[in-house]
């Protein structure tokens, strides 16, 4: 006669079954590794609460925060800005020239972030114009990133002015992301600023910043309500160019 063993039940004979590998181990409850990991993640969440404030909001909670706490943070934060006045050595929109993309974009990115806007030939191009103010304020906020124009029919023989403005981001010599206008953003209302920038929310997703960075402003949760479309989107659109390849 054949009796049924049901594996899971918890009997002296499943465990003799289980010692001789007659039938399979238990399967471990998983709450307790869940419950494990809920309060590993208090705690770090409680230990890093202060991860996003920057010197005077450090200042604000010397009632609140243990002293040593919080100087802990204080070296913390003035660390990175002494890292980023280090290399913050651009602090310049770069006019580039076709024979010089190679040096200035491709092998520069080895060591940083190198934007690129590829503007229009033409004036009446709001899009262009307004990108082109943004990349100034852009370069002497954050210096430790490169920002490079070059008109885009020198840089790609034949390239669509309908495609002006392109941003090109390299890093490591590669292209990782290219918005083909501003229409991923917010067209000519593009800003730096605004639920943290819609130009910062690039560099964000990009890595080129952190959210912790210092110079980022602080925006109110209201003001924080909408995320750019192109955040949502991170997939490279292919570009519309000739086959002259010489220019990365």
């Known amino acids: 006669m054949q009796v049924e063993v049901n594996p899971n039940e918890d009997t002296e004979w499943n465990d003799i079954l289980r010692k001789h590998g007659i039938i399979p181990e238990k399967p471990k409850d998983p709450e307790p590794l869940i ?3 809920l309060i590993e993640a208090e705690r770090k969440a409680y230990e890093n609460r202060l991860e996003d404030k920057d010197l005077d909001e450090l200042d604000e909670l010397e009632d ?3 002293e040593a ?3 802990q943070y204080r070296q913390k934060r003035l660390a990175e800005l002494s890292t980023l006045q280090q290399t913050s050595v651009h602090n310049q929109v770069y006019p580039l020239q076709k024979v010089d993309y190679a040096r200035e974009v491709t092998e520069a990115s080895n060591s940083c972030f190198v934007l690129v806007h590829l503007s229009s030939s033409t004036g009446g191009n709001v899009e262009s114009q307004r990108l082109t103010e943004l990349w100034r304020t852009l370069a002497a906020k954050y210096g430790d990133i490169k920002f490079c124009e070059i008109r885009a029919n ?3 023989e034949g390239y669509p002015e309908r495609n002006t403005p392109t941003i090109l981001v390299y890093r490591n010599t590669e292209i990782k992301r290219q918005l083909v206008t501003l229409r991923e953003l917010k067209g000519p209302r593009t800003t730096v600023e605004g639920k943290r920038g819609d130009i910062e ?3 964000l997703d990009l890595g ?3 959210e912790s960075d ?3 402003k602080k925006r109110s949760d209201s003001s924080d309500d909408e995320r750019p479309a192109m955040a949502k989107n991170k ?3 292919p570009m519309v160019q000739d086959d002259d390849d010489d220019w990365d």
């Open 35 to 37: 419950q494990e990991a």
């Open 64 to 66: 609140e925060e243990d």
């Open 69 to 71: 706490f919080l100087e």
């Open 154 to 156: 020198m840089c790609i």
């Open 201 to 203: 929310r690039l560099l």
């Open 208 to 210: 080129a910043l952190k």
């Open 214 to 216: 210092v110079r980022l």
């Open 235 to 237: 997939s490279i659109r």
